[in-house]
Structures are given as structure tokens and as C-alpha cells.
């Protein structure tokens, strides 16, 4: 996978990070985390109200000199 020479590390400065994603491995998962707006409100059996709420894709990018990840929230899932 190319860097993306675009996008800084906010942590140490570096350019060129890795893109790639995160993963959601529960029950049931599609394979991959999405952000979803509002604070994170808990139903009667313990799970995340989700109903209504917009949903975005994670872009995630990985520094390679300090191991930070930034993570954006970009168009919807």
C-alpha cells in the first residue's frame, strides 16, 4: 500500500503516512468500524443506540515513524 504524502501526523510532524482501516471483528460485524454522530447513548440490553443516527466511513492512516493513527470520518457508510 502507497503513503499518502499529503497527510501530516499530528503527533510527530512526519509526511507520507499509511492509509488502512479499522477493523470491527464482533458478532455480526461487516468487517470495518464506523463513526457514528451523537454521544454514545446504551439501550435496554446493554447495546449502542444506533437508529436514525448518520453513519461514516473510518479512513485510518498510520505513522510510520511513531505508530500514531489518524483517523478521519469521511462519506457516509
Do not use: N, S
Not at 482501516?21 to 451523537?38: K, Q, S
Not at 443506540?49 to 505513522?63: E, H, L, N, V
Request: with cysteine.
Amino acid at each position: 500500500m502507497k503513503d499518502v504524502p499529503d497527510v501530516r501526523c499530528t503527533y510527530c510532524g512526519a509526511v507520507g503516512l499509511e492509509p488502512g482501516f479499522v477493523e470491527d471483528a464482533g458478532e455480526g460485524a461487516r468487517g470495518f468500524a464506523r463513526w457514528i454522530a451523537g454521544p454514545l447513548e446504551l439501550g435496554w440490553l446493554g447495546g449502542a443506540k444506533r437508529m436514525g443516527r448518520p453513519r461514516r466511513r473510518i479512513d485510518a492512516y498510520r505513522c510510520r515513524q511513531c505508530g500514531h493513527l489518524e483517523l478521519f470520518a469521511t462519506d457516509h457508510v
